[in-house]
């Protein structure tokens, strides 16, 4: 059937439906009414699907068809550097495309409502124009004053804001021109004009040390500052410990203990202990802080917290979830003071189950503040100290855990990520990668192990016939979809591999096994790492794929995450009493898990905005100077190079390749020199010479080297047909944090 038959035969189906509006057709009924032939039968059932597929009509549960009308769907519009965006909506599969000449006056994060068009070709995505604007995302808007002799504006210093805000003469505050500002976002009515807004803070020169990061931070729409009530509130608190506040928790003040964290931490929410016991097991105590007997449930500080979600480790600076005064003093598990905690002690046999846990709110005294480089000094040279015995201890308790947590399936991917030596004008004088120790592991693995124990202890509550409502950190099984895109890259690298039709997180780390030490490695790992799904808080408990842990909750960090706070709540609760409103306490925490989730993401694109805001001006100062490093995406239009030890990626134009006439191969994540023979893959080493940056874009430049000793390397045969064509050429990384 053509094309316009097809258009016909939905013209036809609609015109049906839409004169009977509330009348439900069965297909068979549909197909008796239309006289369909049993020969256009197939394209008929299509015509259908095509319709549901638009939301011009609807299937219901009981197999028949109604009217639907014109779709309309309320969503989160994300918009891309190139002016176009997509709208994701809360139970649909894909998400919404918006063409830049559709976008109305929405813009980036703006929770919109959007129409969709009606759809001809099958399998075309769903695409729409934003009819109105229903929630801002942001209300002020940081970027650069300009003023000239008839008009005023403010640049957005976010490529994802596509309009200057235009300012009255009488709202400027007194800006100078060049100046980075605060504008607020007052009126847009049409997109047609520019939106306007007037400026409600003037942050400084644009050279101002730190005022790069903070930019950073306001673009993202990160609360910088507390209300004034929320510090005041904080400020009231104190650390005294009366016999009323130890009525209901255990003494552990002679309890030997102690916190590890990196070097330069202020907050330190972790405390751990290790005892042999008579029987041969081990008890390790993991001490976490207890946030929630300064933080009261309703509280100003609460709603503050609640609304943060999340501490963002910035550059040079942390935007705390808690008021200094809680997060850094009196929640802060310092040695040598009585501190308030939730203690989760664990019972190991030798065969590392958990074979008796108990939780419980305690009183600590910390006899020691580590750092991860000390303990690891301590231990490696058996340097003489009072804990040498008891961290020996813990580390070998630690390397049996991550063994078996391994053969159990639980992924471990080695991700990269650096730290920054900043000059006194903030600029980035060197980038140093972080080393992962055996100190870290050690801590991890005990966190790990925490998280896992209280998550199982609620379904162990005899009160309840099945567990409670409670906040699990889920982790879901990678779409086929997803799963396709990476059988593609491990053939076009020609890595061996066995397709199975039920994915587990062991198949996966039996991948990156396979890949260790090899120069594909990193990249196939963060390849491997986006196929997966985002791990999110939920009231439901689907496990966690990534860990192959049936149970799991984030319990340890309730200084910089709330959905720890709400846990230890959610504990103390459950040991006290048996809630009468269980519905209304589930609904409570889906909101919960809803506003973390959503607050994790964005912390985490700030961070990573951050982190490539520093690199950028760093490589900024060896433009003309060559390096090497390992391509990490392979386009049509170019060549992604991921920097060795900076891990700085910047594009080589195939424009700039000029060397040969190379041929791109989508199949094989690759192109190659038509006269030279010179092949380019992703994992391959090569030079590159630093050519141009473009700070406001992050944008970074590069040329392709030919290193002297080059040979090429034979390109894997090209895998074999899929049946379905990957839409997507570049295998560029979208960052370097996990998140568990």
């Known amino acids: ?82 002016g176009f965006g997509f709208v994701s909506v809360e139970g649909l599969d894909d998400d919404i495309f918006v063409a830049r000449h559709n976008m109305n006056t929405a813009l980036d994060r703006d929770t919109v409502e959007v129409q969709l068009y009606a759809q001809n070709r099958r399998g075309k995505r769903k695409e729409g124009h934003i009819i109105r604007v229903i929630k801002r995302f ?256 813990m580390m070998a308790l630690s390397r049996k855990l991550t063994r078996q947590r391994f053969e159990k399936g639980s992924i471990d991917f080695e991700t990269p990520e650096v730290r920054f030596i900043l000059d006194d004008k903030g600029k980035p004088k060197e980038i140093i990668p972080k080393k992962r120790l055996g100190a870290h592991r050690m801590i991890e693995e005990f ?36 799963m396709e895109k990476f059988y593609n890259l491990l053939k076009a690298l020609n890595i061996p591999f066995k397709p199975v039709k039920r994915i587990s997180s062991r198949w996966f780390q039996q991948i990156i096994e396979s890949i260790k030490g090899t120069p594909e490695e990193t990249v196939i790992e963060e390849v491997a790492l986006r196929s997966m799904m985002k791990a999110v808080y939920s009231e439901k408990n689907i496990g966690h794929f990534g860990l192959a842990f049936d149970d799991y909750t984030h319990f340890t960090s309730p200084i910089r995450r709330y959905p720890d706070l709400e846990v230890h709540r959610l504990l103390r609760l459950y040991a006290a009493e048996k809630p009468k409103e269980l519905k209304k306490l589930r609904g409570h925490l889906a909101e919960i898990c809803k506003q973390s989730s959503r607050q994790e993401r964005l912390a985490v694109e700030a961070e990573r905005d951050s982190i490539k805001l520093k690199q950028v001006e760093y490589i900024e100062r060896h433009i003309g100077e060559a390096f090497h490093g390992v391509v990490s995406g392979v386009t049509a239009s170019g060549i992604y190079v991921e920097l060795n030890d900076t891990y700085i990626e ?58 002297a000793d080059f040979e090429p390397r034979p390109l894997p045969p090209k895998p074999e047909a899929t049946g379905k064509r990957n839409r997507k050429r570049s295998s560029r990384k979208k960052g370097n944090r996990k998140q568990k």
């Open 1 to 82: 059937m053509s094309k316009q038959q097809s258009e016909t035969m939905e013209q036809k189906i609609l015109t049906l439906l839409k004169g009977e509006r509330k009348k439900e057709f069965s297909r068979k009924q549909i197909s008796h009414l239309l006289n369909i032939k049993k020969k256009n039968y197939h394209a008929f059932e299509a015509a259908l699907n095509d319709l549901v597929k638009e939301g011009l009509i609807r299937r219901t549960k009981g197999h028949t068809y109604i009217y639907q009308g014109v779709s309309r769907y309320v969503g989160e519009l994300s918009l891309t550097r190139a």
């Open 138 to 393: 942001r209300s002020v808007i940081v970027g650069t004053y300009r003023e000239t002799d008839y008009y005023r504006y403010v640049v957005p210093d976010s490529t994802k804001i596509y309009r200057d805000i235009i300012v009255a003469a009488d709202k400027t505050l007194g800006a100078k021109d060049g100046q980075k500002v605060l504008v607020s976002f007052d009126r847009w009515d049409s997109d047609q004009h520019n939106p306007e807004g007037a400026i409600v803070d003037i942050l400084g020169d644009p050279d101002t040390p730190g005022l790069d990061i903070i930019s950073v931070a306001y673009a993202h729409n990160l609360p910088v500052k507390f209300p004034a009530e929320v510090e005041q509130a904080a400020q009231k608190k104190n650390a005294r410990i009366t016999k009323e506040i130890l009525n209901d928790r255990i003494d552990l003040r002679d309890l030997v203990c102690f916190t590890v964290d990196p070097v330069d931490a202020k907050d330190f929410d972790d405390a751990v202990s290790l005892e042999k016991l008579d029987n041969g097991h081990w008890r390790l105590g993991v001490h976490i802080a207890d946030v929630s007997h300064f933080v009261e449930e309703g509280s100003v500080l609460d709603k503050e917290a609640l609304n943060r979600g999340t501490s963002v480790y910035l550059v040079d600076r942390v935007i705390p979830m808690l008021p200094e005064k809680l997060s850094n003093d009196l929640c802060s598990l310092k040695p040598n003071v009585d501190r308030l905690a939730f203690s989760c002690f664990m019972e190991l046999n030798d065969t590392l189950e958990v074979v008796n846990h108990a939780i419980h709110p305690s009183v600590i005294h910390s006899k020691r503040r580590f750092s991860y480089e000390e303990v690891q000094e301590i231990v490696d040279s058996q340097k003489p100290d009072p804990l040498l015995p008891v961290l020996q201890d």
């Open 447 to 482: 966190m790990l192990m925490a998280n896992k124990t209280v998550a199982a202890h609620i379904k162990t509550l005899p009160e309840y016939k099945s567990p409670p409502p409670f906040i699990y950190r889920v982790h879901e099984k990678p779409s086929p979809e997803k």
């Open 650 to 707: 910047g594009f080589v134009p195939m424009t700039s390749m000029t060397d040969d006439y190379y041929i791109y191969d989508e199949a094989t994540y690759s192109m190659t020199g038509r006269h030279s023979g010179r092949p380019i893959r992703l994992g391959d080493t090569v030079e590159i010479r630093v050519e141009s940056v473009e700070l406001s874009r992050r944008d970074i430049n590069f040329s392709l080297l030919e290193s």
